[in-house]
């Protein structure tokens, strides 16, 4: 006889670090998420205008934030739908068929009212919720998924310091040399339409992480041991293919482990590490180079870097995703009582090949195409994106010779690769002004629009300074790039462009993520394909601009196309409203 279902079981979960009480079946709390979010409203918008109180009724315990792009998407102190953690929108009716297929939210809120047997939520103080766990443990996996993205794009820029000794060896131009650098950053293209879904099915974030580190560190090892310059390009884009999945993966992971008010905090520190990569990469790559060492050597260090990040992710990464750890304690339950009605609702998804394939590939384009906002910050992104990855062909030109002649004589060659730390210096400070500042100015702007959300606009102020200052520090860094000017004038102006890099990511990553609340997976997976193909494709022509143009003018330009671009933010602090109640996607 199959055991009767009651609220209160424990249950012992097969993996994880902590133990306790089992979750608690929660269809009251179902009814009203349900009740509070309306299929229709009377103005034609798909849904009302999330409030405080709405939010409360959401499973804040169990689902965590979307994954596409979650290198920094996570930097919101919203909670999102269900079905965006699920890998999925909610503009249900009105989505042109791209969720023709999938199981609605609608449909599973029904079955949590009539089936007892689904296990859906944590408890209240639940230890195995991953929220609930120790606040040094969370910490602690806080560091490993930032040393994870770390590893990635520490990877994606460090060819840039051994450039000339590859070139010696494979006999290739500077542009091909490049493309070390750009197939690896063209990798990043296809991660949020891989790794992103992967960690939002039973595999879950561990399970998404080590089906991509282990090929990674493999590849790695065939880029140490390539012979010719096919073969090291082909592993330099697979390694960037695989690479990917920690910069889509981390970011929900954290969000996984902190409610809002921490999480803000967590993701402001964790955002470091996608630009503290590609400004320390070139700086060991070059001391690499400066010790006249076989360029090879860097290679094995990514291994040796790789491969401590693969067992760190199997033997001290938990399973985080709630929705996974739900279904194996389901399973559990089965396995204990011998009812096979025991369910969770990752179980019950159901989906198609078709309405995955819509879901993952073309939304994100059809919102880029349907919306302006999205589109006008996607560009702006992606061309600082870009900026940054051509700062790699730029520096030698002003740091090396003929600029100020780091690289000549062993005195002052070790200085060229230090020349990237003002990046990561200038992130670091910005990390720290958003945490101290901008955090608590949104929290008091929480309470005073309470029990509805600050509108969406609040958050691009940081990055109408950051594009400011982003713009100014390249004017700044060019025209005192002369060799007669002291090389510190440079220096300190590129600390200036890192500061306005992360003001301007953070600012318009959360601006994303509250506007397109039920859109966010999506939306967030549209820049980091659109950012990404920008990385790998500008440094490209980026050493044959500056040839002609030299330095100064080359900044210049730069600067000229980042003033134009940083008009967005102020443009939708103005008109966002009006923009934002007439789109189809954005809740109005």
């Known amino acids: 006889m199959s055991e009767k279902p009651h609220l209160n079981h424990s249950v012992t979960l097969p ?3 902590v133990s306790g009480s089992g979750p608690t079946v929660a269809r009251q709390a179902s009814v009203r998420r349900n009740k509070s979010l309306n299929r229709k409203t009377s103005n034609g918008s798909l849904y009302p205008v999330p409030t405080n109180d709405s939010l409360k009724g959401l499973r804040r315990d169990s689902l965590p934030l979307p994954s596409a792009g979650a290198e920094l998407a996570g ?16 503009e249900r009716g009105d989505s042109d068929g791209f969720d023709e297929g999938a199981e609605d939210a609608h449909d599973v809120m029904e079955k949590e009212e009539k089936d007892p047997y689904l296990i859906d939520k944590f408890e209240d103080g639940d230890p195995r919720n991953p929220k609930n766990w120790n606040s040094a ?16 794009t520490f990877s994606s820029s460090s060819p840039s310091g051994i450039s000339q000794d590859m070139m010696a060896y494979f006999t290739f131009s500077r542009e091909v040399a490049t493309l070390a650098i750009s197939l690896f950053v063209a990798g990043y293209c296809l991660g949020p339409f891989i790794w992103g879904p992967l960690s939002e099915t039973p595999l879950g974030r561990k399970g998404s992480l080590l089906l991509a580190l282990i090929p990674y560190t493999l590849f790695t090892i065939g880029c140490a041991l390539s012979k010719n310059t096919a073969s090291i390009l082909v592993f330099r884009f697979l390694t960037g293919c695989f690479g990917a999945s920690p910069l889509v993966v981390c970011g929900a992971l954290i969000s996984d482990l902190f ?3 921490q999480r803000g905090i967590a993701l402001s520190i964790f955002s470091l590490a996608p630009f503290a990569g590609p400004s320390l990469g070139p700086i060991v790559s070059g001391f690499i180079s400066a010790s006249g060492t076989d360029w090879r050597i ?15 992710a199997a033997f001290v990464l938990p399973e985080t995703y709630a929705p996974a750890l739900l279904s194996r304690v389901a399973k559990q339950k089965r396995k204990e009582t011998g009812d096979d009605r025991w369910k969770a609702p990752l179980d019950l998804r159901k989906r198609d090949f078709k309405s995955e394939v819509n879901n993952t590939i073309f939304k994100p384009f059809l919102l880029l195409v349907m919306e302006p906002m999205l589109l006008s910050l996607t560009l702006y992104m992606s061309l600082i994106y870009a900026i940054l990855y051509m700062l790699f062909e730029i520096f ?30 200038g992130g670091f400070i910005a990390c720290l002004i958003n945490i101290f500042y901008f955090n608590p100015q949104y929290s008091k702007a929480l309470e005073k629009h309470a029990p509805k959300l600050p509108p969406p606009e609040i958050r691009l102020w940081p990055g109408a300074i950051g594009g400011i200052a982003f ?15 002291s090389y510190w004038s440079p220096i300190i102006a590129t600390t200036f462009v890192g500061i306005g890099i992360l003001f301007v990511f953070l600012s318009l990553f959360n601006y994303i993520i509250d506007t397109y ?49 940083c008009l967005a933010p102020f443009g939708l602090i103005k008109y966002g409203p009006k923009l934002r109640s007439m789109s189809r996607y954005a809740p109005s």
């Open 15 to 17: 993996e994880g670090p």
């Open 75 to 90: 930097a919101t102190d919203l909670v999102l739908p269900p079905d965006v953690a699920f890998g999925k929108d909610l």
């Open 137 to 152: 443990y969370r910490w602690m996996l806080t560091t490993i998924a930032g040393l994870l993205v770390l590893n990635s």
């Open 259 to 261: 409610e809002a008010q």
């Open 298 to 312: 860097l290679y094995w260090v990514l291994f040796a870097f790789a491969g401590f990040c693969t067992l760190l």
């Open 396 to 425: 030698p030109f002003v740091y090396g010779p003929g600029g100020h002649g780091f690289n000549e004589g062993a005195e002052t060659v070790q200085l060229a690769g230090l020349t990237y730390l003002p990046l990561f210096i």
């Open 471 to 485: 713009a100014g520090a390249f004017f700044w860094f060019g025209w005192t790039s002369y060799p007669g000017i």
């Open 517 to 565: 609340l039920w859109s966010a997976g999506s939306s967030l997976a549209a820049t980091t394909i659109v950012r990404s193909a920008f990385g790998a494709g500008f440094p490209l022509f980026a050493s044959q601009m500056v040839e002609r143009l030299n330095p100064r003018w080359t900044s210049t330009l730069l600067g000229c196309l980042a003033f134009l671009f």
